[in-house]
């Protein structure tokens, strides 16, 4: 069965808490998502599938934000959050997907919609981040 992991780096502004976003040379404006890997776990696909596509490995944790089944065919999606900082608010990495492809990175703010520029597998998947990654921030926030 197909599963696909998505890795959300994370960071808190002052006006707003913001997802890493990038835009596809030909498929529009994403999240890092990608296929999990036979027999591989959730977390490390989602921090393989990170480095991948953007070029980073982050120190900190992967986080289960949460599983949803999106998509049709039904395709279940494993959720995991990146605490991040010192990110640059923009950046380009070359990928070595379909022979190299200019990924350019950007902080999508949580608090805004997305717009038609968005593949609308991600407006899916945006339910669900939108819905658990506050919870995961302020839980932090506690800590």
Not at 2 to 18: M, Q
Not at 69 to 97: C, K, M, Q, R
Not at 106 to 114: A, E, K, N, V, Y
Request: proline share 8%.
């Amino acid at each position: 069965m197909i599963e696909k992991v998505c890795a959300l780096p994370y960071r808190e502004t002052s006006s707003a808490l913001e997802v890493l976003s990038f835009l596809h040379p030909l498929a529009g404006r994403q999240f890092v998502k990608g296929t999990l890997e036979t027999y591989e776990q959730p977390a490390i696909g989602a921090e393989r599938e990170l480095r991948e596509e953007s070029g980073l490995s982050i120190a900190a944790s992967p986080i289960l934000l949460g599983r949803d089944v999106i998509g049709f065919p039904p395709v279940p999606w494993h959720f995991y959050a990146f605490e991040t900082t010192d990110l640059p608010d923009v950046s380009n990495h070359w990928t070595e997907d379909g022979g190299g492809l200019l990924f350019s990175f950007f902080w999508h703010p949580l608090d805004r919609d997305l717009n038609g520029e968005w593949h609308p597998i991600f407006h899916q998947a945006y339910r669900t981040i939108r819905a658990s990654l506050p919870l995961i921030v302020r839980s932090d926030d506690r800590a």
